[in-house]
């Protein structure tokens, strides 16, 4: 997701990168949590779309995450990272983590474009 935040934002600071860091393999690579590349998403919609100030609407922002959550799961079959990795996509059984975040990716763009 780094390659297409830069692509969505220009240079990502590198504190940004450092925050998003703990996210990946299912929340610290244990693999129980939400999929890193849904949580990766789910921060650049809030980058692009996010409020500053608490009295900001949001509306935009979490429709755009909800649509992005529902395709991801229907497109991908789960938003759980053990699940995915063991949905058997690879050639050994389990998923790579590149190919989800590919899928993820293309399913994020999709989303994006339509605004």
Do not use: W
């Amino acid at each position: 997701m780094l390659a297409v935040g830069e692509y969505l934002l220009g240079q990502v600071d590198d504190r940004l990168l450092r925050i998003a860091t703990g996210l990946g393999g299912g929340v610290g690579g244990t693999h129980q949590e939400l999929c890193g590349a849904l949580s990766g998403g789910v921060l650049l919609i809030g980058a692009l779309h996010g409020r500053i100030q608490p009295d900001e609407d949001d509306s935009q922002c979490m429709r755009l995450v909800t649509r992005y959550r529902k395709r991801f799961a229907q497109e991908l079959g789960s938003t759980n990272c053990g699940i995915l990795r063991e949905s058997g996509y690879g050639s050994e059984g389990s998923t790579p983590c590149s190919v989800l975040v590919e899928r993820a990716t293309r399913v994020l763009l999709e989303v994006l474009a339509e605004v």
